[in-house]
């Protein structure tokens, strides 16, 4: 389906191409009410309070996931795009993954014994430091 | 606000210039390239000056600190007030902020835009065979970005409270707390000049790599591009990659500023005895985290380009082809990538854990492999070629071991435990100085004297290029090498009186009177360096109007494609289309008629 | 080599090893240095034009690059996991047992160092933040005067504020924790090789055994604001008898402010 | 001079410059927000105990708002396709939707803005009894409203007291607070639905810190704000762009269709974008 999304519009109008166009209308529309459902069940199943936030945090951010590929999928027809495309995007999230990963790691992976500090803040015995 | 102006130049790419264009439109609103090219060379020019000239001041506060400045003392207390330069004497405040400035300065407003913007807009699409950049109007538009971005930094000398004063890396808390006396103060112009600045350098990005991407022209293949545009293509993806998270950080510390938001403000500060009215619960190492994300890059943004012009310059003057073309290109790819995932070797003395410091000391180690092929491709070059000693290629043959010293002097500081003693101490001042003054600015000054008869059509004078060459060269040293030495002593940085603090007195162990003592060799050093630019300075001005007229549109008798144009190069560029046929350094060709095969000369065999 | 470098006088137990790593990395630059140098100087004056009209369009054929940045690599490996990698992890891993060291709480402030020792129970009483006064610029508990009761074991701490003086017993295991009040300063101790950034926030322990006593000095390593090239401390590093009595002198006595 | 590449796609790379660039624009887009994300992350690990707050934005309204963001990008893409069938028409009919939802969506922002400069929390210099849900609780930390000389002021903080002079204010507490769990809070709300609001009178001398719902309150706030607020700057700013296509622009229509359709596809991109982060904003910061 590549041609018809990259606008080689030379055989713009003619009946094959509308009958593309017309086949993309509909995978927008399912895609659309996709979406919605999405929404709908995220904000559904937030409703329910899971005893643990891992599950909540997990379904949220996969159905999340889920949407995003549809849009970035469908409505911005990354699947039918070029690998110059792919390969810019490619990058981009390494190392946006990178930065976000390696940040929050290094906030866990302290010298022994270092504590952050709160107000107010514990005393410690002199002979057992950290955590 | 980039957004729209983003997306709406971008489809607006070519009603421009059809209609015979006015001075305004040609000279200041251009979206030619090439005009382009030189409004940000100038303005970069002049700012390098500026950047020198705050450091000239520092440099005699280290040297003779309470002692006013001779010369423009008085002129710094009108311009700054009498307290913060009583007498002419710089005050540890006016020091702050002249150091952060000059750090600024040098890294966002003068290197970069002279070696990505204004060398890689004129020179990029020439080489590569192309008429114009894909959006000029985004080009324009970047380089106004760059410009108010400049006027910004430069109007915050003169606000209440002065420019910002907590270094060019700008920490929080610090940076929110410098100066609470002013809402507006020098921190927050810092952060809206920065956010400017971060747009153009985007918009540039975005051009650079969509122009080398489609505007190749025909036959020019990716191996067949010229070492320069690929460095400046590398170094457009770390633009566009590495400075989107300072700009996020630069929003969230102008969040700090202004609306005492505390995402760089932990929970229970306390200033001067009174616990700070603020929600707390940020992280001061949130700030590095995101700092460096982009500062390690951009110190490579820093010397790409230098290395693209060093590559070039090499292969002209040793009339041979550069040595190991594809270890260069896939280094520079080498090092952009790895570039991102080195941050926080800035951050050792932080605190950090073995693992995570053991990864990033590995990564450190690994990214400089990338940077010693390179510069071996480069020395490797040399051998077996005919080398003209002409002011270019003096500088570019200067710029190897400066780069080189610069370089080396990366690693210890690579290994957190060597860091510990050296961190913050003036060898790290030496280690990068060595890579962008006499590594990069050395660079940059061949390129200037390299692509100046294409620019105006005349020749810059070779003895006084000559003098400024060797003048630099020694005075630079003079200045840096003693540095080295300070730092292993435990000389630190950021000290308006040199460290004069900590000198060694009876009873308490400090530095050796020797090393406070060279303070003063340097800074002479430091002035004779400026003095040693005013044969530049006059050449360069003299040159447009009096400079010796080329005789051909090569005078170089270089083989890459910008040689091919009229000179200088019209509206357009090339007069007829032109193919590329073979690779960009075909020098001392065996068989061939010259010793230079331009990349246009179709195949004799058919 | 130490005095080539230029290294200053030593005084702790593991700052010989940072001396090693820096030497042992300089010596891998000083031969990048020097051979790429020669070769450097040789090559310009060998292929300069009038020696050599005619380039060679090939050039090097051999492969003995490969072989320099083989080299190379090796070196670097062997500098990065044979001591860089396991000296930090001694660095920050395996800290002496605190009950058997000297405990100190370094804090920095706008522009001095304030020192707090457990005092005879061996205990540090609790801060909050919220109590900050300038008598009691820490916060701590048990000199607030309302609140003091609350926390008996605060009572003994030796708090030096104002001179920003360390006293430390020689020949002993010392555990500092250094934080910091307000901006980011930096406990950096040449003689001893050792610099931790104070970060507000954040107590972070470093550890360290002097080896000579003396006075040094603790510079603050991070720029702090206007007094920030004054922000000197001294370490005294006292023979154990002295720090002993150092410390009962101290003890009991209301915390000893200069200011 | 004319630059190629402007209309007709590149055979080696298959692309028109300008779908180049809006993507690589979009890449540096990600690491924008990419940044933001990664800081909310540590703000929220780093965040002490019950200094975060959540269960205190709008849902349904959020949810809403969604809805309208992911309609707004399908009738982007559909009028893209009525434009590929030549269909001017239908295409300004569903881009004239789009720009609607966009409106609309800036429009509940603002409203929700509104709502949150006027909540407050207020903390107490010593805890006192209120009621939460159906259940007594000693607190010292009240979420609610403040009623003063009648009206119900916004963005006061505890500076505001001392400017002001206000001796004491009437407050209405909510029947809970983010200490408690999502489920408890849920709780409480539902025992207190329709009970009448108590109000108390709460003295300037017991308050220790007073803020409204504005990013000084706490970095969830300060994130919250400083995320939505870029991401409607990015609504506006699309916006705009698709309003321009919409009219002045259209002209192009007439004697460069093709080029017409390529912008129309490229500010689409853009909008998509925007879509995107808000699908993930939402759930992060409504939900979590
Ligand atoms: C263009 C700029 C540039 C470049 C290229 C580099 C290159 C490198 N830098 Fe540098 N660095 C800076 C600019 C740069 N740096 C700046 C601005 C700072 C300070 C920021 C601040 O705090 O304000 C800094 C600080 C800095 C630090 C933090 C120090 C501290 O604050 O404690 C570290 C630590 O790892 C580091 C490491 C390195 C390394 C390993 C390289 C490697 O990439 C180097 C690799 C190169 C080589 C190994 C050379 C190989 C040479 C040969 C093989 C031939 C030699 C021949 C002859 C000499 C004849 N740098
Ligand atoms: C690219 C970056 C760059 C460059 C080129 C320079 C160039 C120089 N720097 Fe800079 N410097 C920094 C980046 C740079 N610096 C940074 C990031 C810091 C840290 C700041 C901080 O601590 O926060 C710093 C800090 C710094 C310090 C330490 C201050 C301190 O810690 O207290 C010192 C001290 O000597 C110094 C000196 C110099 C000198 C002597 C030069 C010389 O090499 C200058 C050479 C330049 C010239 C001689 C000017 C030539 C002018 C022209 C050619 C103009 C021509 C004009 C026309 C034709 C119109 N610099
Ligand atoms: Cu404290 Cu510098
Ligand atoms: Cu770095």
């Not at chain 2, 700008?170 to 809402?183: E, V």
């Not at chain 3, 005092?119 to 900050?132: C, E, N, P, S, T």
């Not at chain 3, 250094?178 to 090789?193: E, G, M, Y």
Request: proline share 6%; glycine share 8%.
């Amino acid at each position: 389906m590549g041609h018809s999304h990259s606008p080689s519009h030379s055989n713009a109008g003619s009946a094959d191409h509308a009958q593309e166009v017309a086949r993309h209308v509909k995978v927008y529309i399912t895609v659309f009410i996709a979406l919605l459902v999405g929404t709908v069940v995220t904000v559904a199943l937030n409703y329910l309070h899971f005893e643990s936030m891992t599950v909540t945090v997990a379904i949220a951010l996969f159905v999340a996931t889920v949407k995003a590929f549809l849009v970035a999928g469908y409505f911005m027809h990354l699947i039918s795009e070029k690998k110059a495309i792919y390969a810019i995007l490619v990058s981009t999230i390494f190392f946006f993954a990178a930065m976000m990963y390696l940040t929050v790691w290094s906030r866990g992976q302290l010298p022994w014994g270092t504590r952050y500090l709160s107000s107010p803040t514990p005393g410690a015995p002199a002979g057992q430091i950290g955590h | 606000m980039d957004a729209t102006t983003h997306a709406a130049h971008l489809h607006e790419t070519h009603d421009a210039h059809h209609e015979e264009v006015g001075f305004l439109r040609k000279y200041v609103f251009s979206t030619d390239h090439k005009i382009i090219g030189v409004q940000y060379g100038f303005t970069a020019l002049l700012f390098l000056l500026l950047g020198f000239l705050l450091m000239a001041c520092m440099r005699w506060s280290i040297a003779y600190p309470g002692l006013p400045i001779p010369v423009v003392g008085g002129l710094l207390e009108k311009l700054f007030g009498s307290d913060v330069a009583a007498g002419g004497v710089l005050s540890p405040d006016l020091y702050n902020s002249f150091g952060a400035m000059h750090g600024t300065i040098m890294v966002f407003l003068a290197i970069v835009p002279l070696a990505f913007a204004a060398f890689g807009n004129y020179v990029v699409p020439l080489q590569i065979g192309a008429v114009d950049m894909a959006f000029p109007r985004v080009n324009m538009a970047s380089f106004q970005c760059y410009f108010l971005g400049g006027v910004v930094m430069f109007a915050s000398f003169f606000i209440p409270g002065g420019a910002a004063k907590s270094g060019w890396t700008s920490y929080s808390p610090l940076a929110t707390m410098a100066d609470l006396g002013h809402r507006f103060d020098g921190q927050t112009f810092w952060l809206i000049g920065m956010v400017l600045l971060i747009t153009s350098s985007l918009l540039g990005a975005v051009n650079f790599i969509a122009t080398i991407i489609q505007l190749r022209a025909p036959g020019m293949t990716w191996m067949r591009m010229p070492f320069f545009c690929w460095a400046q293509f590398v170094t457009a993806f770390l633009l566009l990659l590495a400075f989107p998270p300072l700009e996020a950080a630069g929003i969230m510390q102008l969040m700090d500023n202004l609306f005492g938001t505390s995402f760089f403000l932990p929970t229970g500060l306390i200033v001067a005895g009174n616990p700070v009215d603020v929600s707390g619960g940020g992280s001061p190492l949130l700030w590095q985290h995101l700092f460096w994300f982009l500062g390690h890059p951009e110190v490579y943004v820093l010397i790409l380009p230098a290395m693209g012009i060093v590559a070039e310059i090499i292969a002209n003057n040793t009339r041979k082809p550069i040595w190991g073309y594809k270890s260069l290109v896939y280094s520079a790819f080498a090092i952009g990538f790895l570039s991102f995932i080195v941050w926080a070797h800035h951050m050792y003395v932080t605190g950090m854990g073995t693992k995570i410091s053991t990864f990033f000391q590995t990564t450190t180690m690994i990214i400089s492999i990338p940077s010693v092929i390179i510069l071996t491709c480069l020395f490797i070059s040399l051998w077996g070629g005919s080398i003209r000693f002409n002011t270019p290629m003096l500088f570019v043959l200067a710029f190897l071991p400066m780069f080189g010293i610069g370089g080396l002097t990366g690693l210890p500081l690579g290994f957190n435990y060597s860091d510990l003693h050296l961190h913050d101490t003036y060898y790290v001042i030496a280690h990068f100085h060595y890579v962008v003054a006499p590594g990069t600015i050395f660079a940059l000054f061949a390129g200037i004297y390299y692509w100046f008869p294409k620019i105006t059509g005349r020749m810059m004078n070779e003895t006084l290029g000559k003098i400024h060459f060797w003048l630099s060269l020694i005075f630079m040293n003079l200045v840096f090498m003693p540095m080295f030495a300070q730092g292993m002593a435990g000389m630190l940085r950021r000290m308006y009186n040199g460290g004069a603090t900590y000198a060694t007195t009876d009873g308490e162990v400090g530095l050796p009177a020797a090393i406070l003592k060279a303070n003063i060799g340097v800074t002479h050093a430091a002035f004779f360096l400026g003095l040693a630019q005013l044969p530049f300075i006059f050449n360069f001005f003299w040159s447009i109007k009096n400079g010796k007229k080329v005789t051909s549109d090569n005078p170089w008798d270089a083989t890459t494609l910008e040689w091919q144009t009229p000179t200088p190069p019209p509206h357009g560029n090339f007069t007829k289309p032109v193919v590329a046929h073979r690779g960009p350094y075909e020098y001392s060709v065996p068989g061939a008629a010259t010793d230079f095969t331009p990349q246009s000369e179709p195949d004799k065999k058919h | 080599m130490q005095k080539l470098l230029g290294l200053p006088e030593l005084a702790s137990v593991h700052g010989h090893e940072v001396d090693k790593l820096i030497i042992y990395v300089h010596y891998l630059m000083g031969a990048l240095f020097v051979g790429w140098t020669i070769y450097f100087l040789y090559t310009i004056w060998r292929f300069r034009r009038s020696r050599n009209p005619k380039a060679d369009y090939v050039g090097v054929t051999n492969n003995s690059s490969n072989y320099i940045e083989g080299a190379v690599v090796v070196v670097e490996a062997v500098l990065l996991l044979v001591f860089a990698v396991p000296l930090w992890a001694r660095a920050v891993d395996d800290f002496p047992p605190a009950d058997k060291s000297v405990v100190v709480r370094v804090t920095g402030r706008q522009f001095n160092w304030i020192a707090r020792y457990p005092g005879a129970d061996g205990i540090f009483g609790k801060q909050d933040a919220r109590l900050a006064t300038t008598e009691n610029p820490m916060g701590i508990i048990a000199r607030d005067a309302k609140r003091a009761a609350e926390d008996p074991a605060g009572k003994d701490d030796i708090v030096v504020e104002g001179t920003s003086e360390v006293v430390i017993p020689v020949h002993t295991n010392v555990i500092v924790h250094v934080s910091s009040l307000d901006v980011i300063h930096s406990f950096k101790v040449p003689a001893l090789r050792v610099t931790q950034d104070a970060i507000p926030g954040m107590s972070i322990p470093i550890y360290f055994e002097a080896t000579r006593t003396n006075t040094y000095q603790i510079n603050c390593a991070q720029l702090c604001g206007n007094g920030h090239s004054t922000m000197k401390g001294l370490l005294r590093i006292v023979p154990p008898a002295d720090f002993d009595a150092w410390v009962k002198s101290k003890a009991g006595a209301a915390p000893v402010s200069y200011e | 001079m004319e630059i190629p590449y402007t209309v007709e796609a590149r055979n080696d790379t298959g692309l028109y410059n300008a779908k180049v660039g809006i993507w690589l624009f979009l890449a540096s887009e990600v690491m924008l927000f990419g940044a933001l994300f990664s800081s909310y992350i540590l703000l929220r690990v780093g965040a002490d105990p019950g200094t975060w707050p959540h269960g205190l934005l709008n849902i349904p309204i959020g949810t809403f708002n969604t809805a309208v963001l992911i309609t707004s990008s399908v009738t982007v893409v559909l009028s893209w396709a009525a434009l590929q069938m030549r269909n001017f028409a239908k295409y300004r009919k569903f881009q004239a939707i789009t720009i609607a939802c966009a409106l609309g969506f800036l429009g509940i922002k603002t409203f929700e803005y509104r709502e949150k400069f006027g909540h407050y929390e207020v903390w107490l210099k010593n805890p006192i009894t209120v009621k939460h849900g159906d259940k007594e609780v000693q607190t010292d930390r009240l979420l609610g409203h403040i009623e003063f000389q009648g009206t119900h002021p916004s963005f006061w903080s505890t500076a505001t007291l001392a400017a002001k002079q206000v001796e004491s204010f009437k407050f209405e507490p909510d029947p809970f607070h983010y200490t408690m769990t999502a489920r408890e809070m849920a709780h409480a709300k539902k025992a207190a639905a329709g009970k009448p609001h108590e109000v108390i009178e709460i003295k300037s001398a017991d308050v220790k810190r007073l803020s409204a719902f504005v990013p000084a309150h706490s970095t969830y706030f300060g994130i919250y704000f400083t995320l939505t607020a870029l991401h409607a700057l990015h609504v506006l700013g699309g916006a705009l762009v698709i309003a321009y296509l919409w009219g002045p622009g259209a002209k192009m229509w007439k004697t460069e269709p093709e080029r017409y359709i390529n912008r129309v596809e490229v500010s689409g991109l853009f909008w998509h974008f925007v879509d995107l982060v808000w699908i993930f904003l939402f759930p992060v910061l409504y939900l979590l």
